[in-house]
């Protein structure tokens, strides 16, 4: 595809339930990245991974949030138990290479979580 | 702790006119970029126009300008010529790997 493409676009969920959220990024991107924003918020940011591995995830607020990317594309973000408060929506980004200049992320579109 | 600052949750102009969406920020880093982002309804963000903090000449994107003032963390967005597409919300954001955003600023445009 053309661009970075997020599934599913909404997902309801019940609170305690495990979801999984899932990220194509742009072919040949070798990072990627995942955001929350919550209402009225601006994006914040809770993983990078350059290729297969996590670069850097020291914005996965808790254990019950876990994100895997392992073939080095697609990207599953995996929240356990989930709360309320886990309602936002996440965002997905891609680059081709490291640095946030050289390299600007394109977003996708998102996925609403909703947790009831 | 990075932050950054929208004062201006809302700001409308009229069409054709020029308007100046303000962003400050706070950081011990001393190389980093900055971002201006736009996003409409559809949820995805779109970059504006960015500027490398070691630079002293502000960004200019055709319509989009920034006014970059390092020692007071401010980075405005000037937007010439205001069109009606470009009603959406507005994110300051900077850093390097990983970026931190403000809480937006809703621009309206006004016909």
């Known amino acids: 595809g053309a661009g970075v493409s997020q599934t599913p676009s909404n997902k309801v969920t019940e609170k305690g339930k495990y979801v999984e959220l899932r990220c194509d990024p742009i072919s040949g991107h070798t990072a990627l990245y995942w955001y929350r924003q919550s209402l009225g918020q601006g994006p914040e940011f809770l993983i990078y991974?350059?290729?297969?591995?996590?670069?850097?995830d020291s914005g996965l607020p808790n254990d019950r949030f876990f994100a895997v990317r392992p073939e080095g594309s697609v990207s599953t973000l995996k929240i356990q138990r989930t709360e309320r408060g886990d309602s936002a929506v996440y965002l997905c980004a891609s680059s081709p290479g490291q640095a946030a200049y050289n390299s600007p992320l394109h977003f996708g579109n998102g996925t609403r979580l909703t947790v009831t | 702790a990075q932050t950054v600052t929208q004062s201006q949750p809302e700001m409308s102009v009229q069409e054709a006119e020029t308007v100046t969406l303000s962003c400050t920020y706070d950081t011990s880093e001393s190389d980093y970029y900055l971002f201006w982002y736009k996003q409409p309804p559809s949820r995805q963000m779109i970059l504006v126009i960015r500027q490398e903090a070691y630079k002293q000449q502000n960004a200019t994107e055709n319509r989009f300008s920034v006014n970059f003032q390092k020692a007071a963390k401010s980075f405005s967005l000037k937007i010439s010529d205001s069109q009606l597409g470009d009603a959406a919300m507005y994110f300051c954001?900077?850093?390097?790997?990983?970026?931190?955003f403000g809480t937006g600023t809703r621009l309206t445009i006004i016909p």
């Open positions: 991974f350059q290729g297969t591995g996590a670069a850097d």
């Open positions: 954001a900077f850093g390097n790997e990983k970026l931190t």
